[in-house]
């Protein structure tokens, strides 16, 4: 009798996969069939309701935090009714379930993408140019393939994560949550490198539509010649911007060795009311890309006649980094280590200090992107200053897998900003030299989070809740090799390792293993080494810690 409230939640019947888009709903709809009495008409009664997805506003004050700090109040009431049931059977029925959403859900998507593809291959065959509401319609097509998947990995990941607590509490059980969700990541609908093409494709369309704009018309014709017909300033002044437009151009920084000034390009979005002025940042170190492609769609999809405040968004910080394909800027220094900058120092220096006097003196917030170095790869984490209240709403905003604390090293432009009481982020959003572009739409709505909460976005629907597993650690900590060879780390980004458990290994050039490096106590892995090649203190892991107390000046070591 028992197992038919908790076959009620999972019933196949309940398209919970498709329709849960909200982890607080879930977990609210899973505690109040938990709360239920046993009588059997009340189950039967329950059983025959359909399970649907209620849309809550965000509160004011971020009540979204609220939703943060309570994920885990499960009550021990709770636990010890759903510990009554036959493991056994509810393993059986449960995993079947699962099976048959996962089959269900591989049809969706594959009906989806085939309906894309042939959307995107009709339009790139017509010998007319497309239409601006013909690029919509491909782009709101290849989103919904991606909010998709994104939707069901949630849904999955949240009836998984109640297993594991509630059912799964001894490790009893063959259907373990942690090992499903990584075999769920296989399958076909969670694959999002089928959409490259149709993304290709629609980026070309958009290239055959400003040409045929621009064809017997005054119109600028975006190609490299024309770039320059954009105005460049020597100063940005916010003021004298017109409200409710999008204003492009390039800002000067300093002078290269022909006496030409290097630039910036610089987007500012004036909203039709006055509000807080909030800096996206993205290539301070030139090879990390995820972040152009996502100041880019932040800047297209905000209407500037409904936003409350401004936003200045800069697309690419260190052009010389960038048109090179190098992370350092071009007297090979980091740049990220050269903030706030001396007006009289060297190269990098004198960058750094102009574009803080340019840019950064102008805004009251920082969210500056990064990615991983070459040679690392990266989860969707945040570092901030945990103490600093405001920079910890940002942080959590963000909706990242992991928020690690970290005061920020000298030099960086976070430290830099927040040095002149400006609250900054720093979004480390996946891996270098590339486009991720599962993780760019997820660290995209992170944003449009944090400017809700500031008040900018007016119309209902933009604050998206947290992901069900963030992980909140109070220090992280990488690791070095201290001998040479070959370097296999085992744990995938994103995973947590025990304390005891081998996370790295070092072979020799004959296949001997040299080295096993071991977990002193329980961490989640923020990011880690690809590059199998090492020598003596390279890099191996970077692992967060989860305690109970923030300390002020906490580093983690990151260069």
């Known amino acids: 009798m028992k197992f ?16 849960i888009v909200r982890y607080s709903t879930l977990k609210k709809l899973i505690k109040s069939y938990v709360r239920m009495t046993n009588t059997e008409e009340q189950i039967s009664s329950s059983s025959q309701k359909p399970v649907k997805a209620v849309q809550s506003k965000p509160r004011e004050g971020g009540g979204i935090l609220a939703e943060l700090e309570n994920m885990e109040d499960e009550s021990s009431e709770d636990e010890e009714t759903f510990q009554t049931f036959n493991k056994e059977e509810a393993q059986e029925k449960v995993t079947r379930l699962l099976k048959e959403d996962i089959e269900r859900s591989n049809r969706r998507f594959a009906e989806d993408l085939s309906n894309v593809r042939a959307y995107a291959k009709a339009l790139a065959d017509s010998s007319e140019a497309p239409s601006e509401e013909d690029l919509q319609q491909l782009r709101l097509r290849i989103k919904n393939c991606f909010d998709y998947a994104r939707i069901q990995e949630e849904a999955f990941d949240c009836i998984l994560r109640k297993w594991d607590k509630v059912m799964n509490v001894d490790n009893d059980c063959s259907l373990n949550g942690e090992t499903f969700m990584a075999e769920l990541r296989k399958e076909p609908f969670m694959d999002h490198s089928c959409l490259d093409e149709e993304l290709n494709i629609s980026q070309q369309l958009m290239m055959r539509l400003v040409e045929a704009k621009a064809q017997g018309t005054n119109e600028v014709n975006y190609s490299d010649a024309d770039m320059d017909k954009r105005i460049t300033v020597d100063s940005m002044d916010i003021g ?97 280590r050269c903030f706030p900058g001396q007006p009289d120092g060297t190269r990098s220096k004198q960058y750094a200090y102009a574009f803080i006097q340019k840019v950064i003196k102008n805004v009251d917030y920082l969210i500056d992107l990064h990615t991983a170095s070459h040679g690392r790869v990266n989860s969707l984490y945040v570092r901030a200053d945990l103490l600093n209240p405001i920079a910890k709403q940002m942080a959590l905003l963000q909706n990242p897998m992991i928020v690690v604390h970290n005061s920020s090293p000298g030099g960086s432009l976070r430290g830099a900003a927040q040095a002149m009481g400006i609250p900054a982020i720093t979004v480390e959003i996946g891996d270098p030299a590339q486009l991720q572009y599962d993780m760019i739409l997820a660290a995209y709505q992170g944003v449009r989070n944090i400017l809700t909460f500031l008040n900018m976005l007016t119309e209902e629907g933009n604050t998206k809740p947290p992901r069900a597993r963030l992980v909140l650690c109070t220090s992280s900590k990488w690791f070095y090799t201290d001998s040479g060879g070959i370097l296999v780390v085992h744990p995938d980004v994103g995973t947590w390792i025990r304390s005891g458990q081998v996370f790295a290994t070092i072979f020799d050039s004959f296949g001997d293993r040299v080295k096993e490096f071991i977990a002193l106590e329980d961490a989640v892995v923020v990011g880690k080494s690809c590059n199998p090649v090492a020598s003596a203190g390279d890099r191996i892991v970077h692992l967060g810690f989860v305690g109970s107390t923030l300390n002020q000046g906490q580093l983690d070591g990151h260069e």
């Open 4 to 19: 038919q409230k908790y076959q009620a939640i999972f019933s196949s019947d309940a398209t919970w996969a498709q329709d």
């Open 240 to 336: 004298v911007l017109s409200p409710c437009c999008k204003h492009r151009f390039w800002l000067t920084m300093i002078e290269d060795a022909f006496g030409c000034h290097l630039r910036v390009p610089v987007i500012v979005v004036k909203g039709a009311y006055v509000g807080p002025v909030v800096c996206v940042t993205a290539c301070v170190h030139g090879n990390e890309l995820n972040g152009v492609p996502l100041v880019h769609k932040l800047v297209d999809d905000i209407d500037p006649t409904t936003l409350v405040g401004t936003i200045v968004a800069i697309p690419v910080v260190n052009g010389p980094g960038y048109l090179e394909n190098k992370r350092g800027f071009s007297d090979g220094v980091d740049l990220n």
